[in-house]
């Protein structure tokens, strides 16, 4: 069992190397706070891609060496969240909520990290799972101090993290992860998804070339959900390219939103 989910996993995964290698770069010099938003919105995207990697390990695939990818990774993104809230933390003393939940995000990485370094157990990737969402959760509360502007930005980021956490929750069901409410997971992702996008199609900021993406994403979403409802379809491999699909989508659209701020 275990020999075939690793060569199913090595055929999903065709073609994604360039959506799902994490890429943690250097803050820019003299970041503006725009900048710093917009890369933290990432930053809460890649805690999903660590955990894929994470997941591909445990599934024993070596397809773009995610032990690697992981062991280069997880530093980086150390000294990046490190510096983003020493960024962040000075800004929010006006807001103590979220100063301190943008702080306590932090604490949970440290757990996490340690975690992700260790050799993967089921137990521990429903810990990983679990620490990730409030992860998410936590360091989006430094958008108290976003502009009306960076709102598209925000929805993208989510709309970013909806095909991995489809793709993460499917890659734990593959290993044998006891996963009780798989399809509500599922279909509330679906939800989210769709919701986001009914927004982003009403945005007052899009150019032609975001509403291109838009609606190349909404297309392609419509797929994924044919392909995860339609029990006779091949849907371990289809599920994951059309979310890669979807991911580059908008990653690009996010770029194009970003490329906007000031």
């Not at 020493?86 to 979220?98: A, G, I, N, Q, V």
């Not at 609606?215 to 006779?232: G, P, R, T």
Request: hydrophobic fraction near 40%; charge should be positive; proline fraction near 4%.
């Amino acid at each position: 069992m275990q020999t075939k989910a690793i060569r199913i996993i090595g055929i999903l995964l065709l073609a994604a190397t360039t959506a799902w290698s994490l890429d943690v770069s250097p803050l820019p010099k003299n970041m503006t706070l725009s900048q710093a938003l917009y890369i933290n919105c990432l930053q809460r995207t890649q805690t999903q891609q660590m955990l894929k990697d994470y997941l591909m390990v445990a599934l024993e695939s070596t397809y773009k060496n995610p032990k690697k990818s992981l062991k280069e990774g997880i530093p980086l993104y150390d000294k990046r969240i490190h510096q983003l809230n020493d960024y962040f933390l000075p800004l929010l003393s006006d807001h103590p909520k979220e100063k301190k939940m943008v702080a306590e995000a932090l604490t949970i990485w440290n757990e996490s990290k340690k975690l992700l370094q260790a050799p993967p157990t089921k137990a521990n990737a429903l810990i990983l799972e679990k620490n990730f969402l409030k992860m998410v959760h936590n360091l989006g509360k430094a958008k108290v101090l976003a502009k009306k502007s960076f709102k598209a930005v925000g929805m993208t980021g989510g709309l970013c993290r909806d095909p991995l956490y489809m793709s993460n929750t499917y890659l734990m069901k593959l290993w044998g992860v006891d996963l009780p409410d798989y399809h509500a997971v599922m279909t509330k992702r679906i939800a989210h998804f769709q919701g986001n996008i009914t927004k982003l199609k009403a945005y007052k900021g899009n150019t032609d070339q975001t509403k291109a993406y838009i609606d190349k994403s909404e297309k392609a979403f419509l797929v994924f959900i044919f392909m995860y409802e339609d029990s006779n379809t091949a849907v371990p491999t289809l599920i994951s390219k059309n979310a890669d699909k979807i991911f580059v989508y908008i990653r690009t659209l996010k770029k194009l939103y970003g490329s906007m701020l000031h």
